[in-house]
């Protein structure tokens, strides 16, 4: 029997649909998101198991029939949840108390007590779900915000008998006024554990790995969470812990230390008796992706058919989820200051923005699409011509083949985040300009400012500097755009989304209870 790596997500990379003409009633479509493909490398050397949600809620005479095929043909098992716990975890807790928080909007927050209690019934029935399909020697990885509990609830279930000794985990160098097993918001779910060991499994048995996808915050800023504790505990049981950059690393150590009382080290903190390993692993993209596409003849026809629209025209690219952390009014306003400071640019420079709906339910994001819509009709009021408007704003997504056109075409990508995690745009714009040297303008708050060496880094709240970089970027001349892109595609082409993920299980490899900090291979 082979290594194996489980790898655990809120979502399975699968989706399911009812079909009643379909053989069981079911279609089965295999997702190609980043993560799928960060893994696929690992998928050839090492046997592979992935848990999550399927999304759907099936009736009970259907499951066996889902699981077997998600079992045989994708190598996946479903967490089952209810619809309305599945909601209050994901909607919310997960994305309105940790998303918001975790990038620096806690006006955004509404803590309340029976979405937490949601929350932490979901992480329980993942790490019942795990339990049940872990064995010795895996590596376990847990993806993201949504389950920030599972390591500890799984360590729970493993060490069984010890739960008493196992909640409070080592509080003697903890600084707390009351242990976690006496805090109602944690233990309604943890002695509702089983106290039967299966086979003898031990928590020392399995490597467990986390990776946080969104930023950490400062310590100042994740205080505000009233479940700052639990949360810290519940991933703290790790062996590896990751983040895209070591601010966030310094971040979620320095909670560590102020909210736990942990000793800590740049690399790791001491928590009960064990070296917990904290590092960093910026991810990437699949460059080859992008590059393939923009070989197909019908990519090629639909740069043609850009150019000659758009000809005489510098063409400003951006790419966002209609989300407020993405920075889009920010961007619009530092736009309309360019043209104002720069008259003769109107005209001669387009914005092409691209705004993928997101969560269209929520009054937050209604209101966002109302601030852009206003500001957008502002701008092309002041500043458009019958002939020409200096915003094209798409409210929808594009396809893929259309989206490596618009990288292509372009002469600038603007990227003005207010807080995000990496902001993988960046690096799909820089894939897909190997012939025209595009400039890359990026957000000092998004995580990819920190590894994308040769962008224009700017402060997306300085909408003056937002206009001169602008300016700087369309006046640049060939060679300095040459010579940034070059060093940007190297990056790029050397730190993908493979490597990103080959590098965190090589290392889960060899993490455990006495992993020593310089056993590691990618610090």
């Known amino acids: 029997m082979g290594e194996r790596l489980v790898v655990v997500s809120n979502r399975l990379p699968v989706t399911i649909q009812q079909d009643d003409s379909a053989p069981g009633g079911y279609v089965f479509h295999h997702s190609t998101g980043g993560l799928v493909s960060a893994l696929?490398?690992?998928?050839?050397?090492?046997?592979?198991?992935?848990?999550?949600?399927?999304?759907?809620?099936?009736?009970?005479?259907?499951?066996?029939?889902?699981?077997?095929?998600?079992?045989?043909?994708?190598?996946?098992?479903?967490?089952?949840?209810?619809?309305?716990?599945?909601?209050?975890?994901?909607?919310?807790?997960?994305?309105?108390?940790?998303?918001?928080?975790?990038?620096?909007?806690?006006?955004?927050?509404?803590?309340?007590?029976?979405?937490?209690?949601?929350?932490?019934?979901?992480?329980?029935?993942?790490?019942?779900?795990?339990?049940?399909?872990?064995?010795?020697?895996?590596?376990?990885?847990?993806?993201?915000?949504?389950?920030?509990?599972?390591?500890?609830?799984?360590?729970?279930?493993?060490?069984?008998?010890?739960?008493?000794?196992?909640?409070?985990?080592?509080?003697?160098?903890?600084?707390?006024?009351?242990?976690?097993?006496?805090?109602?918001?944690?233990?309604?779910?943890?002695?509702?554990?089983?106290?039967?060991?299966?086979?003898?499994?031990?928590?020392?048995?399995?490597?467990?790995?986390?990776?946080?996808?969104?930023?950490?915050?400062?310590?100042?800023v994740y205080r505000i969470l009233p479940v700052r504790r639990e949360i810290l505990l519940g991933i703290l049981y790790c062996d590896l812990i990751g983040f895209h950059t070591y601010d966030y690393v310094r971040h979620f150590l320095s909670s560590c230390a102020h909210i736990l009382g942990l000793p800590t080290f740049p690399n790791g903190t001491d928590f009960g008796g064990r070296c917990v390993?904290?590092?960093?692993?910026?991810?990437?993209?699949?460059?080859?992706?992008?590059?393939?596409?923009?070989?197909?003849?019908?990519?090629?026809?639909?740069?043609?058919?850009?150019?000659?629209?758009?000809?005489?025209?510098?063409?400003?690219?951006?790419?966002?989820?209609?989300?407020?952390?993405?920075?889009?009014?920010?961007?619009?306003?530092?736009?309309?200051?360019?043209?104002?400071?720069?008259?003769?640019?109107?005209?001669k420079a387009v914005l092409i923005q691209i705004a993928v709906p997101s969560r269209e339910d929520v009054e937050e994001y209604q209101n966002l699409r109302t601030t852009v819509n206003e500001a957008v009709g502002r701008i092309n009021g002041?500043?458009?011509?019958?002939?020409?408007?200096?915003?094209?704003?798409?409210?929808?997504?594009?396809?893929?083949?259309?989206?490596?056109?618009?990288?292509?075409?372009?002469?600038?990508?603007?990227?003005?985040?207010?807080r995000d995690g990496m902001n993988l745009v960046s690096y799909e714009y820089i894939a897909c300009q190997q012939q025209r040297n595009g400039v890359m303008v990026l957000s000092e708050f998004a995580g990819a400012a920190q590894s994308l060496?040769?962008?224009?880094?700017?402060?997306?709240?300085?909408?003056?500097?937002?206009?001169d970089a602008i300016h700087t970027a369309l006046t640049m001349d060939a060679e300095k755009r040459k010579t940034n892109s070059e060093k940007l595609l190297r990056y790029v082409k050397k730190h993908t989304s493979a490597w990103w993920g080959r590098s965190f299980v090589e290392d889960l490899g060899l993490a455990g209870p006495s992993a020593p900090p310089t056993a590691f291979q990618h610090a």
């Open 277 to 347: 390993q904290v590092r960093t692993y910026p991810i990437g993209i699949d460059p080859r992706k992008f590059e393939h596409a923009l070989s197909l003849p019908n990519v090629q026809e639909r740069i043609r058919t850009l150019e000659r629209r758009f000809a005489g025209v510098k063409i400003i690219v951006g790419i966002d989820r209609l989300d407020y952390i993405k920075g889009m009014p920010q961007k619009l306003q530092g736009l309309e200051t360019f043209l104002e400071e720069h008259p003769e640019w109107i005209g």
């Open 382 to 418: 002041r500043f458009g011509t019958v002939e020409s408007m200096p915003i094209h704003l798409l409210h929808r997504s594009v396809d893929f083949n259309e989206l490596c056109a618009l990288y292509a075409v372009s002469d600038v990508c603007l990227v003005t985040s207010t």
């Open 40 to 220: 696929e490398g690992t998928k050839a050397t090492m046997d592979f198991t992935w848990i999550g949600w399927p999304g759907i809620s099936v009736p009970e005479h259907r499951v066996a029939y889902i699981e077997e095929t998600l079992a045989t043909q994708y190598h996946c098992k479903p967490v089952w949840i209810p619809d309305d716990i599945a909601e209050r975890h994901y909607n919310g807790f997960s994305n309105s108390i940790l998303w918001p928080l975790f990038h620096y909007h806690p006006g955004e927050m509404n803590f309340d007590e029976d979405n937490w209690r949601a929350y932490r019934e979901a992480n329980l029935r993942f790490a019942e779900v795990l339990h049940t399909v872990v064995r010795p020697g895996d590596r376990v990885w847990v993806q993201d915000y949504h389950l920030m509990l599972l390591p500890l609830m799984l360590t729970a279930i493993l060490e069984a008998g010890d739960i008493d000794r196992l909640v409070p985990l080592a509080c003697s160098n903890i600084d707390v006024t009351t242990g976690p097993e006496q805090d109602e918001r944690m233990s309604g779910s943890l002695f509702c554990l089983p106290h039967k060991r299966r086979g003898g499994l031990r928590r020392s048995d399995i490597q467990l790995g986390f990776f946080l996808h969104t930023p950490f915050p400062s310590s100042e």
């Open 453 to 467: 060496n040769g962008s224009l880094i700017v402060n997306p709240w300085d909408r003056f500097a937002v206009a």
